[in-house]
């Protein structure tokens, strides 16, 4: 099983004496195991699962000793060192932690400018030209994880202790790599900006349409469709100029047939859809009495 050792530091004034709720580090230290799986799913997405463990440290200032690890059971540990996998594993934990670093280092620069050119380089690496001139090369996945909404919400609670009074920063060390350091100043750079809406083809149907509601005052009448209630803007002008003027009525068992547009897209919480009636073909008068049943 493949490890990779680095400790994790709170300081400032509340934690002086070396102590800190446990439910503040309990949240950021599980935020900060899940960045490294959103990671791991976006550079080795059939690699056994990382784990990210702690250990216990010395007494006489906050730090948190972790392990990451990759791997499961002895025997599988054992083929891994025979194959070659295991030091291939412990190369892949060590580049999760220059992709969370590369992550980090993101995020000031994308807040305050946005990106004019992106340019692939060699070796997995990208060229970002801001507005401003500034010419930032990041590795490629150290881009694609700031850019993952799970990845980036991990983030936002991984620095959550920063928000208490007396927390003022937090360092993340390993003897491999270069310090990573967060204090209470940075936090806005991790604030998760919503996603844009991915709009999806729109289309175009004839349906019968029971009225359940007119609604004049936002402009949306509520319907049914025999399945399901919903409402839908009306963009017929001959069909409204009809009804403000008092020359259509309705009854509570009407329907209208009619040509709809249905617009649908992917937001950030899931799949929305939007109803426009385009034309209303028919006006169909609901049943005002029993028809009688005439012999054939």
Not at 153 to 158: G, R, Y
Not at 260 to 267: L, P
Request: proline fraction near 2%.
């Amino acid at each position: 099983m493949a490890t990779y050792d680095f400790s994790v530091r709170y300081y400032g004034t509340a934690i002086n004496d070396g102590k800190m709720p446990v439910r503040e580090l309990a949240s950021s230290l599980i935020a900060l195991s899940d960045s490294f799986k959103d990671i791991q799913q976006i550079i080795n997405p059939n690699e056994n699962t990382v784990s990210l463990e702690i250990k216990a440290t010395e007494e006489g200032s906050f730090i948190v000793d972790l392990i990451l690890a990759n791997g499961a059971d002895i025997v599988s540990k054992t083929i891994d060192m025979l194959s070659g996998k295991e030091s291939t594993a412990l190369v892949n934990l060590m580049a999760y932690m220059e992709v969370f670093r590369g992550a980090i280092e993101l995020l000031k620069p994308l807040r305050k400018e946005k990106v004019q050119t992106k340019e692939a380089l060699p070796e997995g690496y990208v060229k970002l030209t801001l507005t401003d001139g500034t010419i930032i090369e990041t590795n490629s996945n150290s881009l694609k994880a700031y850019q993952n909404v799970e990845f980036r919400n991990n983030l936002k609670n991984i620095v959550e202790p920063l928000e208490k009074d007396g927390i003022d920063g937090i360092e993340i060390d390993s003897k491999k790599t270069e310090k990573i350091v967060v204090e209470k100043g940075d936090l806005e750079n991790f604030e998760v900006p919503n996603p844009e809406d991915k709009e999806l083809e729109s289309t175009v149907s004839e349906d019968f349409l029971q009225i359940i509601n007119v609604a004049f005052e936002h402009g949306k009448w509520k319907f049914s469709n025999g399945t399901s209630q919903f409402f839908a803007n009306i963009e017929d002008a001959d069909f409204i100029k009809s009804v403000t003027e008092n020359k259509t009525q309705f009854g509570s068992t009407d329907v209208l047939k009619v040509k709809m547009r249905t617009n649908r897209k992917f937001t950030i919480d899931g799949l929305k859809s939007e109803f426009i009636i385009e034309k209303v073909l028919e006006h169909i008068k609901g049943s005002q009495q029993i028809e009688l049943n005439f012999e054939d």
